[in-house]
């Protein structure tokens, strides 16, 4: 079946604008995360949707960033006034939502801040 | 806050030798996982671990969680150019979500 999708596989923006990026999860799967990747780095937890709620937003790194999961389906990932240290890849993954088990990833979106 | 260190941060060995990548915790995890990322790609799921001294093969790859589950390791047999990448541990807690490593980028010359 498919894989998590994503969209934009790219995105280039001026500082303060607002951008929205996309995930597509596997069809079925309860669970859908949010992760940010620094260049070479790890990957920092931003939000988790169980359903269409959030329980954990608690790596959202500030108020201008927000997410949002509709159908507990698609989920978009708004970034407002949007700073050039939001500069990173943007990976969703989604699981069959038992705890911490077993994630499938996206491709990202690459951010690109000017 | 659970952290992961993994260690080395940097590998660069020549095809055919062997490599041991370490994951290492003072956290507690109820399953480790081990991902493979390539550039431009999302990381990949290669092998989940659930019980304190597990060991599980995957071809040439060996990974081990520890007895206590705060630790892991990954070990590679003869590797190959293919197997170049950034290599990540994953920790499962009670919480919902995973608790990633920093990662190992491994390059091996052909």
């Known amino acids: 079946g498919a894989g998590v999708s994503q969209s934009p596989s790219n995105k280039v923006t001026e500082k303060g604008k607002d951008v929205e990026l996309r995930c597509d999860p596997i069809s079925g799967h309860t669970a859908l995360y949010w992760y940010r990747q620094r260049l070479g780095q790890g990957l920092e937890f931003l939000i988790y949707f169980q359903g269409n709620s959030a329980p954990d937003k608690s790596g959202l790194p500030s108020d201008r960033f927000s997410a949002e999961r509709t159908g507990e389906s698609v989920s978009t990932l708004t970034i407002q006034r949007t700073q050039q240290e939001d500069s990173a890849v943007y990976l969703c993954a989604s699981s069959l939502g038992r705890a911490g088990y077993e994630q499938y990833f996206g491709p990202g979106t690459r951010l690109t801040v000017t | 806050t659970q952290l992961l260190e993994q260690s080395p941060q940097f590998l660069s060995i020549q095809e055919g030798e062997n490599l041991t990548v370490y994951c290492n915790s003072s956290s507690v995890f109820s399953s480790l996982q081990w991902y493979r990322q390539e550039p431009g790609e999302g990381p990949v799921l290669l092998v989940t671990?659930?019980?304190?001294?597990e060991v599980k093969k995957l071809k040439r790859l060996t990974f081990q969680f520890g007895d206590a589950r705060k630790d892991s390791s990954l070990h590679i047999t003869a590797a190959q150019p293919g197997d170049t990448g950034l290599y990540l541990c994953a920790g499962g807690g009670s919480a919902r979500q995973l608790t990633f490593g920093s990662g190992t980028q491994l390059t091996v010359l052909p």
């Open positions: 671990v659930v019980t304190g001294g």
